[in-house]
């Protein structure tokens, strides 16, 4: 069975760190473009960091400097490391895949059309 298994979620203070992980099964990570996104209570759902397949990442303004993502072929996850964390990081984070292309633009009403795979989310909150 192919999916995404997220973890790592939790309740931490202001400047916390967490570290969310994505767990792929029946596909290899390395042979897939690989997202997090998240979406907070009466947000829309945004892109926080990406990696191509060739291991290029991408992390949205706001995270930069504060989150870090990598991939570890051999455990076949995808990490977001997230330090100095704020209460606007408050969010459920999902994790995505896609052979062909990743997108930035996220909405949980199409995920299936517009992503391969996408898991069931973790959730992140940050108190201040």
């Known amino acids: 069975e192919v999916q995404l298994v997220e973890s790592g979620g939790g309740s931490v203070q202001s400047g916390g760190s967490l570290r969310l992980s994505c767990t792929a099964s029946?596909?290899?990570?390395?042979?897939?473009?690989m997202g997090w996104y998240r979406q907070a209570p009466g947000n829309r759902c945004e892109w926080v960091s990406i990696i191509e397949r060739d291991g290029t990442t991408y992390l949205r303004d706001s995270v930069q400097g504060r989150f870090t993502l990598s991939r570890d072929n051999a455990k076949n996850t995808v990490n977001l490391q997230m330090n100095s964390l704020k209460p606007e990081d408050t969010a459920a984070y999902y994790c995505a895949a896609d052979r062909a292309r990743i997108t930035r633009y996220c909405n949980l009403a199409t995920v299936a059309a517009d992503f391969d795979y996408w898991g069931q989310g973790t959730q992140v909150t940050v108190s201040s």
């Open positions: 029946g596909f290899s990570v390395a042979d897939a473009h």
